[in-house]
């Protein structure tokens, strides 16, 4: 997108503001998000998740 197709979006924002329900709900959907990608992090990917590769014939 060009910079004027955004800023006709951000006017448009500014006229009609999402709902305060839809703010909680887009940072609730960002935090939980956030949530799971730290844990991931701090304790890795769970062995038990991990697919496994099949051989082209069995």
Request: proline letters at 9%; aromatic letters at 14%; hydrophobic letters at 50%.
């Amino acid at each position: 997108m060009n910079v004027l197709n955004w800023l006709v979006r951000a006017k448009r924002w500014a006229q009609n503001p999402p709902s305060e329900g839809q703010v909680k709900l887009v940072f609730g959907v960002v935090a939980i998000c956030l949530a799971l990608a730290g844990y991931e992090y701090l304790f890795g990917w769970p062995e038990w998740l991990t697919p496994d590769r099949l051989s082209a014939k069995p």
